[in-house]
């Protein structure tokens, strides 16, 4: 941990650099605004949850959809965010009641020697999911009209906007 001055908007600010290095040689920078005398367990115990809120938007990002979106409206991104938060929070919430009612086996660990064997990942949670909540199986004819019942859907709501960025068009 050194004490180091960055700029901010044109004024020095006094932080922390919080260097971390590895085993392999690796080293880890960060920069804090947290008081100089903050113990060095506290600034490690921040870097370590930051991590992990990190990884949590990774998981939204591959495993939930966050980068799936593709809407037109700011309205159409606040639902895909909201619904990504919410299947996130299920996530967690699923996470923790397994943990709390289901035991790790210490027994699994010592056969991996390993010291704390690993949660339930997001993809064990759509396994679960998957097993309590079957899709319904679709037959060919259904799967046909489901096809042709979203292209119809996707064209109409292309012509209107179409439609709408031509009329404003002509009116500037």
Wanted: charge should be negative; charged fraction near 25%.
């Amino acid at each position: 941990m050194h004490q180091v001055w960055t700029v901010y908007e044109d004024k020095a600010v006094e932080e922390l650099l919080v260097i971390r290095k590895e085993k392999n040689g690796k080293c880890n920078y960060s920069l804090c605004n947290a008081p100089s005398d903050t113990p060095l367990s506290q600034l490690a115990w921040w870097k370590c949850q930051r991590y992990f809120i990190e990884r949590a938007n990774e998981e939204a990002k591959s495993e939930i959809g966050w980068d799936e979106f593709q809407a037109q409206k700011y309205l159409a991104w606040q639902h895909h965010l909201a619904l990504t938060i919410l299947a996130s929070w299920f996530i967690a919430q699923t996470q923790y009641d397994w943990a709390q009612t289901h035991e790790r086996a210490p027994e699994l660990a010592q056969e991996l020697e390993i010291d704390v064997l690993p949660r339930l990942s997001v993809a064990n949670v759509r396994s679960l999911l998957r097993a309590v909540m079957p899709l319904e199986q679709l037959n060919t004819e259904q799967a046909v009209d489901q096809v042709i019942e979203h292209l119809v859907n996707r064209t109409q709501s292309r012509k209107s906007r179409m439609k709408k960025f031509l009329k404003s068009n002509e009116s500037t």
